[in-house]
């Protein structure tokens, strides 16, 4: 077989070598002949005569060097490749419609495989298990999805019998420097084991290991990322050794990780890895690493080999469930009620296959990345169904060679099988092609990735999966698009086809109408989903988060991150506070401790002290504020008061005085009944003292995301311990003119501190929105190709139907048909196409709802104006087509069509 | 069989091994001249021959024929099929003429 692939493209030298032994052969034979006694000419026959045909041996042997079928093939592509030059402008219209399904296809499959699918670049990433707790942990924590804390990761790096290690994990961001300014970057924190267990080894120096020291504080090391070492060290080679500055404090550099390796969270590339013994340098003001009821990192583990993630699970609950009994009875517990003491011993251990690692822009993205996965299977689908259309077309013309070819013996299979050999040509050219364009679209699409996304995270190039899927892309592709054309010329009849006049083969015309309704069925589908996405993101704009954000601008300082204490860098950001506030250039100014809209919070369930105890249902978000952030957004003040001099708390005092709760959590919890004068505080627990005097209510506004309608309660922000957080300046004038003037005030406070998320907060709106942007633009571009294609696609076949009924036509209009009916004969054949297909596209609309759902906003999937809209848009667009061939058909001149025969 | 038999004694070109067929075979076995070179090709392809053109007692360059080291086994393995297959075929004889 695969000699005989290689005999195809040697095939030249090969003939040449069978020439040469043949005649060598038969002058021999000739010469011997001759010697007997024959007269030359008599000698040349007789050897002739014994050797049989040559051309037939020479057939023959071409048969052992490539086999049959393999012959046959080339053949084909041979005789199919001159058709196509032939006829440039058909192969051009085919290819690019492919160009385009394929090329699209494959770039967002390759951000499915890299975000969703690919694994990790470590040892058998096969064996990696993410463990999370499924239950109420009672702890604090902070940080994303799928928390436990730093001892029971330690506890279960112990059960030897099932992993062959545990290990834990959190991002965060530090204030870093190799020696100049202090730069934001992206760190994480890790236990020690993390490298041994994945099996990530050093390219420099070495990693961490079990051998390093785990007591807090003990062991000031890092390692670098490749990546921060190569863009911000240049590859120095003396980089082990030297120290690096995290928050100021001083860790050394004990090695670099290997190249491909990124951490395990795709979108995040970190510039550093810092055990967690160090997690107080490392997020400053933390020292509760060793506390059980912290919740902040995520563990991982890895199973022995041979051992299944179910049986690891079931296997793991008897030792848990005895660890919950014995955390119960450690000392600082904290005090619950009996019901959420039943919740918590209720917990089990939920172990989850995670060869990928743990990412939270996976977790965004998964089903927007399918659901646009889902759009250009449709959209190859119907390019694939004009190609179909387009080779039917052909077929039609070329039934006087097809036919010819049937009556000269040719088999329908072998028939059947050139026209396919054509149409997997034409989509291999288009896979080509779409190979060659795909890293520009996977640009694009990257741009359309949350802009935290690491830039380094998701690469554009071509690699050998990306290769393989456009590969298998596009026979998929040829398959499909011809497999009504083979269908069809298998299905020819040889008398009729000879019979028949000039090329009028109805039956093709069937199929290619079948084709159309398809093509609409499918356009249908796509279009309804670009409209459920564009109303989701306009209503969503149209809500708006709540507040003004023209000539608001936003940026936050941690002054903790730089060195200062906590009642230091409280004193440090109020007074840039006031510094900007005295500004000229800026009408209002406010400091909040947790930024808005950017997906988290600060949130716990509270505690209300009405008439009776009310415990919140679900948690609040909740956030503090200095007293100017109300005006500085513009967030009105429904009830009661703003904070002022009165909620400053004493000397010494600790806690809130005062809190401004919103109007869904008066909704929510109050009924709707003035709130002030209540009293509530954080915590759901009997020993939760409610003594926090509620002394306003401020109307609802976006704290997490525009999609999140939250009861929020504010507590004032004044001298304390909050070091950090986020201002919000409103200034005279456009926004990008100021930045500079901002940055020089803060400079001017402390030229080392640095400034994170420096943005307009329209533009901080748009970030939160970026998920809805994706979908609504790239689905709205789709199906607006889709409907091009279907418009193509009718517009042929129409125009097809109109000439060949064009003697029918005369003759109607003869007998004294008017032109109007004879337009509408023509537009009823097209709009019963188009209302077929729309019959036929009503349920795969119903289906594509149900995938979309979670990602509406305010629409339903079956929302019968969009479906409305959508089918109107639909039969317009297609009876414009039609009207073209339909126009044609009535300007038939009834002399002109008789005679044409 | 025949062919790797022939080539087996030392290394031939295609004219020469048909005038050994007919040589050896007389007129019982006839065999089509053109047919030869298919069967020389197919087992060029199965790797049981090999051929390098070299120079004929004419003078004249041919394609030489010869056995290959797994052509050399595949002759073996036929000649003992065969001889198997007639011993049984004699014994069969011998025991209707007893």
């Known amino acids: 077989m695969i000699t005989q692939l290689v005999n195809w493209f040697r095939r030249k030298k090969l003939e040449a070598g069978l020439e040469r032994e043949l005649r060598y052969h038969l002058d021999r034979r000739i010469t011997d002949l001759e010697s007997s006694g024959l007269p030359t000419g008599e000698a040349r026959r007789q050897a002739l005569l014994e050797l049989g045909g040559i051309a037939q041996i020479e057939e023959e042997v071409r048969d052992v060097w490539l086999s049959r079928w393999l012959r046959d093939f080339t053949y084909d592509l041979r005789l199919s490749t001159r058709s196509f030059l032939r006829m440039p402008s058909f192969s051009i219209t085919a290819v690019l419609s492919l160009v385009l399904g394929i090329g699209a296809t494959t770039a967002i499959y390759s951000l499915v495989d890299q975000v969703l699918l690919h694994a990790l670049p470590v040892r058998q990433p096969e064996r990696l298990v993410l463990i999370d707790w499924h239950g109420d942990q009672v702890a604090n924590g902070f940080g994303s999805w799928n928390l436990m804390s730093y001892p029971i990761c330690r506890d279960l790096d112990k059960q030897k019998q099932f992993f062959e290690g545990v290990f834990c994990r959190a991002l965060t961001t530090v204030n870093l420097s190799t020696g100049g300014d202090y730069r934001p970057a992206a760190a994480e924190i890790v236990s020690n084991n993390y490298f041994q267990v994945l099996g990530v080894g050093p390219v420099l120096g070495r990693v961490l290991t079990n051998d390093d020291d785990g007591t807090p504080n003990a062991n000031p090391v890092a390692v670098l990322s490749y990546d921060f070492w190569e863009t911000q060290l240049g590859r120095a080679p003396d980089v082990v050794g030297r120290k690096v500055l995290v928050n100021r404090h001083p860790l050394t550099i004990i090695g670099v990780a290997a190249s491909t390796f990124k951490g395990i969270d795709v979108g995040v590339v970190p510039s550093i890895w810092i055990p967690a013994s160090m997690s107080a340098q490392a997020i400053p003001g933390f020292s509760d690493l060793l506390d059980r009821r912290t919740r902040w990192m995520q563990v991982l583990g890895r199973l022995n080999q041979g051992v299944k993630v179910q049986e690891a699970e079931a296997a793991l609950q008897p030792w848990f469930k005895a660890m919950l009994q014995e955390d119960m009875r450690r000392a600082g517990f904290p005090v619950i009620t009996p019901e959420r003491r039943r919740e918590f011993l209720n917990s089990s251990l939920v172990l989850a296959a995670a060869p990928q690692g743990h990412s939270s822009l996976r977790r965004r993205l998964l089903e927007p990345l399918w659901v646009l996965f889902a759009v250009t299977a449709l959209l190859l689908g119907l390019a694939c169904l004009n190609v179909s259309g387009l080779f ?510 | 069989m025949l062919i790797l038999q022939i080539v087996s004694l030392e290394p031939l070109h295609g004219y020469g091994i048909a005038q050994r067929v007919d040589q050896i075979s007389r007129s019982v076995v006839q065999v089509n001249q053109g047919s030869l070179y298919p069967a020389l090709h197919r087992l060029e392809l199965k790797g049981w021959l090999k051929a390098e053109w070299k120079e004929s007692e004419t003078g004249r360059e041919a394609k030489f024929y010869s056995l290959t080291a797994s052509g050399r086994k595949q002759l073996a393995a036929e000649k003992h099929s065969w001889a198997r297959l007639a011993d049984a075929v004699r014994l069969i004889f011998d025991e209707g003429a007893r």
């Open chain 1, 392 to 901: 039917l077309a052909r077929g039609s013309a070329r039934d006087r060679e097809i036919g010819t070819r049937l009556a000269l013996g040719a088999s329908r299979g072998r028939l059947a099988r050139q026209l396919l050999a054509e149409s997997l040509l034409i989509a291999f050219v288009g896979g080509l092609l779409g190979i060659a364009v795909a890293p520009v679209a996977v640009r694009t699409l990257i741009a359309f990735l949350p802009p935290g996304t690491a830039p380094t995270a998701l690469h554009v190039g071509v690699d050998s999966r990306l290769l393989l899927f456009a590969f298998l892309a596009s026979i998929a592709a040829g398959l499909l698009s011809g497999l009504a054309p083979a269908w069809q010329a298998g299905r020819r009849s040889l008398m009729s086809s000879l019979r028949e006049r000039g090329g009028t083969a109805f039956g093709g015309v069937r199929l290619r109408k079948i084709i159309v309704t398809a093509q609409i069925a499918l356009t249908l589908t796509l279009v309804v989903g670009a409209a459920l996405f564009l109303r989701t993101l306009d209503a969503l704009m149209a809500k708006g988060p709540g507040f003004i954000t023209s000539s608001l601008v936003s940026f936050g300082i941690d002054s903790q991150r730089s060195g200062y204490s906590p009642a230091e860098g409280n004193r440090l950001i109020r007074r840039i506070d006031e510094a900007i506030r005295q500004s000229p250039i800026t009408e209002a100014s406010a400091i909040a401790q947790f930024a808005l809209l950017t997906g988290g919070s600060w949130n716990d369930p509270m505690t209300i002290l009405a008439d009776t105890r009310i415990v919140t249902n679900r948690d609040v978000n909740l956030n503090s504020v200095t007293p100017g952030f109300f005006q500085t957004l513009g967030i009105k003040i429904i009830e009661g008061r703003n904070f002022d001099e009165r909620d400053a708390p004493a000397p010494g005092e600790k806690g809130w005085r005062s809190a401004i709760v919103n109007e869904a959590f008066v909704k929510r919890y109050l009924g709707g009944r003035s709130p002030l004068g209540l009293r509530i505080c954080e915590g759901s627990g009997p020993d939760a003292k409610p003594n926090i005097e509620i002394v306003g209510v401020m109307s609802d506004f976006s704290y997490r995301g525009l999609r999140e309608d939250s009861e929020q309660a504010y507590f004032p922000f004044f001298e304390g311990e909050e070091a950090g957080g986020t201002f919000y300046v409103r200034v005279r004038g456009r926004p990008q003119s100021f930045l500079p003037s901002l940055r020089e005030i803060v400079h001017s406070a402390d030229p080392t501190l640095p400034m994170t998320d420096f943005r307009t907060v329209d533009e901080q709106v748009d970030r939160s929105l970026n998920s809805e942007h994706m979908l609504a633009t790239l689905s709205g571009s789709f199906s607006a190709l889709a409907l091009l294609l279907s418009l193509v696609g009718l517009y042929g076949v129409m125009s097809f139907v109109v000439t060949q009924r064009t003697r029918e036509i005369g003759i109607r209009l003869a007998l004294g048909a008017t032109r109007r009916s004879a337009i509408w004969l023509v537009l009823r054949d097209a709009l019963a196409m188009i209302l077929s297909g729309i019959g036929i596209g009503l349920p795969f609309v119903w289906a594509l709802g149900r995938l979309v759902e979670s990602q509406l906003y305010e629409v339903k999937p079956s929302d019968p104006i969009v479906i409305a809209l959508t089918i109107l848009v639909l039969c317009s667009a297609g009876l414009g087509a039609a009207l073209i061939p339909a126009h044609r058909a009535s300007c038939v001149n009834p002399t002109d069509a008789l005679r044409v025969e």
